[in-house]
């Protein structure tokens, strides 16, 4: 399985063959179940005190009174510390103490990640998943993309605009761009007010390598070892448009 290498201009330098991990099986279903458990275990634990309701000293008269046997106040008739009393516990409230944390074998686990690698050169996943390339480019351009380590010299960001303008992938940053909405519901009391599709990620050598398109919209970036399904694979929805220099290229030989 071979592609091309592409320069800074958008041109064609050299075609290399791809490493072992692009030709695996993939397991959509894997990377659904990675997804859900890494989700589910950055979920910040809620709850009420443990003792919210319970602070009350109540006293029942027992029997042959007239009034039900339940714990009242020593200063009125008001009932205290059960579920079905007005300021008294919680039935079944949120506890604090809960373990959000959901397990994944640590070999399905590595089976997703690289399940999702191995989407990035899947080029009719890549467009099923909604993702924009110029029509210029979408016939001649190979997957994964792959461009020369000069990208990561780049520093300002419209020199990194017109490096995804030459490759043709730029529209999909303005995919990003123009579908920025208002979240619906109580999420825009919460700081998250708005929701942006996912753009391009960009794999490099390093985060600070690449720091001239962290501005652009809906673009992220990563390294080899900070690789995760939450940037190959939002959503649990496999097949990224990614772009990876040559020597992680070259480093991910090193996989199997």
């Known amino acids: 399985m071979k592609t091309n290498v592409y320069s800074i201009e958008g041109e064609v330098t050299k075609e290399i063959e791809l490493p072992q991990v692009f030709e695996i099986e993939t ?15 950055m979920r910040q634990p809620y709850g009420s005190s443990p003792l919210a309701g319970t602070r009350r000293v109540g006293h029942n008269l027992g029997p042959n009174h007239g009034i039900s046997r339940i714990p009242r106040l020593a200063s009125g008739s008001r009932g205290v510390l059960l579920a ?22 640590k070999k399905e686990r590595r089976l997703a990640k690289l399940s999702a690698i191995a989407f990035t050169a899947n080029k009719e996943r890549i467009l099923q ?10 016939e001649k351009l ?6 020369e380590d000069d990208i990561e010299s780049i520093t300002k960001v419209k020199d990194a605009v017109q490096v995804l303008s030459n490759l043709g992938v730029y529209d999909d940053v303005l995919r990003s761009k123009d579908g920025k909405k208002i979240r619906a ?26 720091r ?12 080899l070892n900070s690789l995760s399904i939450t940037k190959l694979a939002p959503g649990g929805n496999p097949g990224r448009l990614t772009i990876y220099t040559a020597s992680t290229i070259e480093n991910l030989r090193e996989v199997n």
């Open 185 to 210: 519901g109580r999420g825009k009391m919460r700081n998250r007010t708005y929701k942006q599709p996912k753009s391009l990620l960009i794999v490099g050598s390093s985060v600070e390598s690449l």
């Open 212 to 223: 001239a398109f962290a501005s652009l919209p809906g673009v992220d970036l990563a390294s």
């Open 27 to 41: 397991r959509e279903d894997l990377i659904h179940k990675a997804f859900r458990a890494i989700s589910l275990s």
């Open 84 to 105: 079905s009393m007005v300021g008294g516990r919680s039935a079944l409230s949120p506890r604090s103490d809960k373990v959000l944390y959901k397990k994944i074998n």
């Open 129 to 138: 998943r909604g993702h924009r390339i110029s029509e210029e480019s979408i």
């Open 142 to 147: 190979t997957f994964p993309v792959v461009v």
